[in-house]
């Protein structure tokens, strides 16, 4: 069982940066890969980024090029920077372990999200 929760979410102008956090508990987080998704009010959620227990990275187009996953195995955390923020950007950021797959499906455990708002 791995129990997940983000932080760092917030309100940020366009072209600004946010780090959001996402702390995992059990001893077990090595042995997953991580992604990030976000859900837009009135969209599905979609994938953002992953990272594998190599750290081997991948990227929504959307994104690419301005976030950036990683992650820190002796502090049982991942992050995802982002950088020039868009105001298409905001939505709520859910953290989730499992499977190395941009897929929400194949994803086995979840946080509860943090709100990312962008204003133009």
């Known amino acids: 069982q791995v129990q997940l929760v983000e932080s760092g979410g917030g309100l940020v102008q366009a072209g600004g940066s946010l780090r959001l956090s996402c702390a995992a508990s059990?001893?077990?987080?090595?042995?997953?890969?991580m992604g990030w998704f976000r859900q837009a009010p009135g969209k599905e959620r979609e994938f953002v980024a992953r990272?594998?227990?190599?750290?081997?990275?991948y990227y929504a187009d959307s994104v690419k090029g301005r976030f950036t996953i990683s992650r820190d195995n002796a502090k049982n955390t991942v992050y995802l920077q982002m950088n020039s923020l868009k105001p298409e950007d905001t939505a709520v950021y859910y953290c989730?372990?499992?499977?190395?797959?941009?897929?929400?499906?194949?994803?086995?455990?979840w946080g509860k999200g943090t709100l990312v708002t962008v204003s133009s």
């Open positions: 059990g001893r077990t987080f090595s042995s997953y890969a």
């Open positions: 989730a372990a499992g499977a190395y797959t941009s897929r929400p499906g194949g994803m086995d455990y």
């Open positions: 990272i594998s227990r190599s750290g081997s990275t």
